[in-house]
Every structure is written in C-alpha cells, then in structure tokens.
C-alpha cells in the first residue's frame, strides 16, 4: 500500500520539475539565496548566454521565492539586490470611494 504525505504545492512543483529551464530556475534561486539583505550580487555571462537571458531568469526566479529583487544591468555585468519594498501593483490604482 502507498504511503501519503501532504506537503506544499511550491515544494511539490519544485521537485517535480525537470529539464533544463527547471535546472536553471533552481541555479538561479540558489544565487539569490546566497545573497544577504544589504548586500548585492553581481553575475557575469558565460559562454552563450546574454545578460538578457541572466536578467530574465532572475526574475523569474525571485518571483517563485516570493522576494522583490532589484535588477540593474551594465554593460557586461549583470547586479541584483534583494529589496526591502513591496513589489509595485501594475495598472492604473483604485478611486477612493466618497
């Protein structure tokens, strides 16, 4: 007979992804991880990739930690941050009902 365990969806989705997008994911959410509040990280391209590429998977990666991060790019670096403000709502903001 099986045995059930409940756990969280994240964790679940986590571990059950594969292949090379997920493996990138979880890279990129280990560079996060390792940076502390206060401090900033500094990621440079290797062979193939663009700063394009790096900016985008961090984003996606902070997005699925639930952190906000700020991401500046130069010219052949790529620095990020973990920021201490909420994430900005997008769209036009609500009217004040009188």
Not at 29 to 43: C, M, R, S, T
Not at 70 to 75: F, H, L, P
């Amino acid at each position: 007979m099986p045995k059930l365990d409940i756990l969280p969806l994240e964790e679940a989705q986590m571990n059950s992804a594969t292949g090379k997008r997920a493996q990138l994911i979880r890279e990129y959410k280990a560079y996060i991880e390792q940076v502390p509040v206060g401090q900033a990280g500094k990621l440079s391209p290797g062979n193939g990739e663009t700063l394009s590429a790096i900016r985008r998977r961090l984003g996606s990666a902070a997005k699925q930690l639930g952190k906000s991060l700020v991401i500046k790019r130069t010219d052949d670096n790529v620095y990020f941050w973990v920021s201490n403000e909420a994430p900005r709502r997008r769209g036009r903001p609500p009217k004040n009902p009188r």
